[in-house]
């Protein structure tokens, strides 16, 4: 074999061992903790996430655990402290982690059909239109919900409310309507379609409708994650098999939704959250 050659074929490996160690997937230290809402506290949200976990760990080479909230507000309390490296966040949350605690965008969720935010009303309530809510009882969702808490808010700007009841779940803002202990509640059209049928004592009434469709959730990466680390878990989930994926509903490549109008909407209700609490509300 001629020198030139050997020195070729020398040149030839290097330069193979050398890319070979450039693919090789960052090392990951510690936890990568999942973040996702489960209104319920079922056990069920366990078993959802196992497979995926089990993925997302052999690939990276990291302990995966999945670490549910109740409800959005608890939510809020673990994106502010960065103790969640993914979140399987709802539109009003992942607009929230976007603005705030400077979450990224990684693939959107399977989205819920015409899911928009509605004001309800007993259909026996004389009230008709908005205006006609000054000194009245309403029932929200927890703060982070968009249909239950950011919209209604944006839209009864101005007015000054008896009191804001918060519910832990959207069952109980039509429970609560439906008993009287509210006169108005504010869900998604697709909750007041699951809920109302199951709650007897009342029908009920859509009073508003808000024009704008909500974008569907988000699975979001946290800051606390580092950039080559981000990027690689990105390509990592991009390659989860489309059905697998459907039963934690991410779309692995789908469009990350445009949260535009809802950190605007987030935005402008944060000027007067300090006044929810207080009796009567003023929402100005």
């Given at each position: 074999m001629s020198l030139r050659f050997s020195r070729r074929l020398f040149l030839s490996q290097l330069i193979y061992l050398t890319v070979v160690g450039c693919q090789s997937p960052p090392k990951f230290e510690g936890t990568i903790t999942i973040g996702a809402i489960n209104y319920g506290g079922s056990d069920q949200i366990i078993n959802q996430f196992a497979k995926f976990n089990s993925y997302l760990g052999e690939k990276i080479k990291a302990y995966v655990q999945l670490e549910p909230a109740f409800n959005e507000n608890r939510a809020i309390e673990r994106l502010e402290a960065r103790a969640w490296s993914l979140v399987f966040a709802p539109p009003g949350l992942a607009a929230i982690a976007i603005a705030r605690y400077q979450y990224t965008p990684l693939f959107p969720l399977v989205g819920v059909s015409n899911l928009r935010s509605i004001l309800v009303v007993r259909k026996d309530n004389l009230i008709?239109?908005?205006?006609?809510?000054?000194?009245?009882?309403v029932a929200l969702g927890q703060p982070g919900s968009a249909t239950g808490y950011y919209l209604p808010l944006f839209n009864l700007y101005g007015l000054t409310l008896a009191e804001i009841l918060f519910a832990p779940t959207p069952k109980t803002v039509l429970e609560w309507v439906a008993s009287g202990k509210a006169n108005v509640g504010a869900v998604s059209i697709a909750e007041y379609n699951l809920h109302s049928r199951e709650i007897s004592q009342s029908e009920f009434r859509i009073l508003y409708t808000d024009p704008h469709y909500v974008p569907p959730g988000a699975v979001l990466i946290g800051p606390s994650v580092e950039r080559n680390r981000q990027e690689y878990i990105r390509q990592v989930m991009s390659q989860f098999p489309s059905v697998l994926a459907e039963e934690i509903a991410y779309v692995p490549n789908g469009q990350v939704p445009n949260y535009q109008y809802m950190i605007s909407v987030t935005e402008r209700v944060k000027l007067i959250t300090?006044?929810?609490?207080n009796k009567p509300v003023r929402l100005f």
């Open positions: 008709q239109e908005l205006k006609q809510l000054q000194g009245q009882t300090s006044q929810l609490q």
